[in-house]
């Protein structure tokens, strides 16, 4: 504005160049052996807790390589390796890990589903919620419902988990499922009262 001074709130300044390059190198791997581990520790790993070997990072060379569980230190990182895995020393000291051993491959729950039709019934049950929301909006006599839309519509299932919300208020959705459970089980409750005390009646 005219008249007025600016106030600069924040810089940002970017650098943009090349990178270093990268030298071949001419220097033979190391033909000794990896050095023993300094010690071996009780680790977590694969789903068991076994002994793995702790290796000091300072004490291996170019060519070195160690297999996974292992892990290495040095004097500013600590490097865990999983099972199937390979550290190797390149030969400017970088410490290279390669996956040796392909992964087990393993099927997500639910991935069993069709994918095409799951997003067809994601897209179903949606457009539900939705519906409600339109029909409670258009029959409601409140005001907080038909113009400030105060509610939330949801789709649930028999045991009162949540399996689609309209992007009303969101904010009621966090005691809804708890709401609809409590529901459920005191309704299980009055069923089971009624069958028993029709069964008490004399015929």
Request: with cysteine; glycine share 8%; net charge neutral.
């Amino acid at each position: 504005m005219a008249g007025r001074p600016l106030i600069v709130e924040a810089v940002t300044a970017e650098a943009i160049g090349g990178g270093e390059s990268i030298q071949a190198s001419s220097a033979a791997p190391s033909e000794r052996p990896p050095p023993a581990p300094i010690e071996h520790v009780a680790m977590w790993t694969g789903g068991t807790r076994r002994p793995t070997p702790v290796w000091d990072r300072a004490h291996l060379d170019f060519g070195n390589s160690v297999e996974g569980p292992a892990i290495l230190i040095e004097a500013n990182a600590t490097t865990v390796l999983e099972a199937g895995w390979r550290a190797e020393v390149a030969p400017d000291g970088a410490l290279l890990l390669a996956r040796v051993i392909p992964r087990p491959a393993a099927r997500s729950v639910g991935t069993r589903a069709d994918p095409v039709m799951l997003e067809v019934f994601n897209n179903l049950f949606m457009s539900i919620a939705e519906q409600m929301g339109a029909s409670l909006q258009n029959t409601a006599q409140s005001v907080n419902i038909k113009e400030r839309l105060d509610f939330s519509c949801a789709v649930f299932d028999a045991a009162g988990g949540l399996v689609a919300n309209a992007p009303h208020l969101p904010v009621h959705l966090g005691s809804m499922g708890e709401s609809i459970e409590t529901v459920i089980r005191q309704g299980a409750r009055r069923d089971a009262a009624g069958r028993r005390l029709r069964a008490q009646r004399p015929l």
